[in-house]
Structure formats: structure tokens, C-alpha cells
């Protein structure tokens, strides 16, 4: 085989996992996560590794809403409460640190989202929202996960920033926002 088949064989097998995870998705459990985004007053984000990588980008689209956002590492992050979301990418739903995270957070009254490969993890099971990514994650353990043939979590983590992307689309239609004013709250010193 020629590395040009294994390349065009190698994208068609990724884009087919791709397709398989957003056919398997709930749009009614998305539906709720997005409505407790629109709701909350301020949003905090966090992630670990490729995961967290994804997570901070949602963050910052999230904050092109219009939305208060903060990425929960930054030393400016204020203090949760009562009417904010926490966001936590917890792909394994047993990531430890983020685990502890999402037990503290629960002591803020702030309402508790978690994106994870694995909702039957006790974490997740204790969140107010949870968005099933049903895609394979590293260390995950749900049998209802689309396989991969890729190493690793690459599929979950590839996936969140497709999946991320789509929500925002779907939230600037729902809030009734333009790019234009999506655009408008760029960094605009580069």
C-alpha cells in the first residue's frame, strides 16, 4: 500500500468514528447542556491534557457569547456561586484532580456540568448536567462507546473539539447572536 492509500484510508476510517459518535449522541441531553450555559450567570472551565486543551477553547468561544467565562487554572478566576456553571472535561469520569475539583465546586452552590466518556463514574453520576460523549476515551470503561482504531483517547479528545464547535453554533442561533457581535469580543490587541 502507498502511503497516499494509507493516508486517504486513514481519514476515511477517522471521519467514519467522527460520524459514528455524533450519531450515537442524545440531542435532548445536549439540549439541557446547552440550556444550563445559556442559564448560568458565569462559567468556569477545566480540563486536563488534550482534553483540557479542547475544554479552554470552548471557553473562550463560550466567552464570544457574550458569557462570563473563566478558564479555572488563571490566577485572576474568581471564587463560584450559587448561579454559576462549572464545566469539567472528565473524559475516564475518574480523572483525580478534576475529580476534586468537581467535589469542591459542589460546596460553592454553583451548578456542576461534566463532559465525559464514562457518565456511570461516581463524579459524573453527582453532576447536575452531564453531556455523554460516547466515544472512546482513554481509560474509559462504558461498553456504549464508538471503538476506535486510533490510540489512546485520540477519538474523544478529537471529537470534543468538533463537538464544542457545534455547540457553539447551535447556542449563537439559540441566543440570537450574529458572528458579527460574536467577533466583536475578540482580543482585539494582537
Same mark, same amino acid.
Given at each position: 500500500?502507498?502511503?497516499?492509500?494509507?493516508?486517504?484510508?486513514c481519514?476515511?476510517?477517522?471521519?467514519?468514528?467522527?460520524?459514528?459518535?455524533?450519531?450515537?449522541?442524545?440531542?435532548?441531553?445536549?439540549?439541557e447542556?446547552?440550556?444550563?450555559?445559556?442559564?448560568?450567570?458565569?462559567?468556569?472551565?477545566?480540563?486536563?491534557?488534550r482534553?483540557?486543551i479542547?475544554a479552554?477553547?470552548?471557553?473562550?468561544?463560550?466567552?464570544?457569547?457574550?458569557?462570563?467565562?473563566?478558564?479555572?487554572?488563571?490566577?485572576?478566576?474568581?471564587?463560584?456561586?450559587?448561579?454559576?456553571?462549572?464545566?469539567?472535561?472528565?473524559?475516564?469520569?475518574?480523572?483525580?484532580?478534576?475529580?476534586? @475539583?468537581? %467535589? =469542591?465546586?459542589?460546596?460553592?452552590?454553583?451548578k +456542576?456540568? #461534566?463532559?465525559?466518556?464514562?457518565?456511570?463514574?461516581?463524579?459524573?453520576?453527582?453532576?447536575d448536567?452531564?453531556?455523554?460523549?460516547?466515544?472512546?476515551?482513554?481509560?474509559?470503561?462504558?461498553?456504549?462507546?464508538?471503538k476506535?482504531?486510533?490510540?489512546?483517547g485520540? @477519538?474523544f %479528545? =478529537?471529537?470534543?473539539?468538533l463537538?464544542?464547535? +457545534?455547540? #457553539?453554533?447551535?447556542?449563537?442561533?439559540?441566543?440570537?447572536?450574529?458572528?458579527?457581535?460574536?467577533?466583536?469580543?475578540?482580543?482585539?490587541?494582537?
Amino acid at each position: 500500500m502507498t502511503f497516499e492509500e494509507r493516508f486517504r484510508s486513514c481519514t476515511k476510517m477517522v471521519l467514519a468514528e467522527h460520524e459514528a459518535v455524533f450519531e450515537a449522541m442524545d440531542a435532548a441531553e445536549l439540549f439541557e447542556f446547552m440550556r444550563a450555559i445559556m442559564e448560568a450567570k458565569r462559567i468556569f472551565v477545566v480540563g486536563a491534557g488534550r482534553e483540557g486543551i479542547a475544554a479552554r477553547s470552548f471557553a473562550m468561544r463560550i466567552m464570544h457569547l457574550g458569557k462570563e467565562t473563566f478558564w479555572l487554572w488563571d490566577d485572576t478566576t474568581p471564587g463560584m456561586r450559587q448561579g454559576d456553571l462549572f464545566l469539567a472535561v472528565d473524559g475516564s469520569g475518574k480523572i483525580g484532580h478534576i475529580d476534586y @475539583l468537581i %467535589e =469542591q465546586s459542589m460546596k460553592t452552590g454553583a451548578k +456542576i456540568g #461534566v463532559i465525559t466518556g464514562a457518565p456511570k463514574e461516581r463524579m459524573p453520576q453527582a453532576a447536575d448536567h452531564v453531556l455523554f460523549v460516547p466515544a472512546a476515551v482513554y481509560k474509559g470503561t462504558d461498553p456504549r462507546v464508538v471503538k476506535s482504531r486510533q490510540p489512546m483517547g485520540n @477519538l474523544f %479528545e =478529537q471529537h470534543l473539539f468538533l463537538l464544542f464547535d +457545534i455547540i #457553539v453554533m447551535l447556542l449563537r442561533e439559540e441566543m440570537g447572536l450574529s458572528y458579527e457581535q460574536m467577533e466583536s469580543r475578540h482580543r482585539n490587541i494582537e
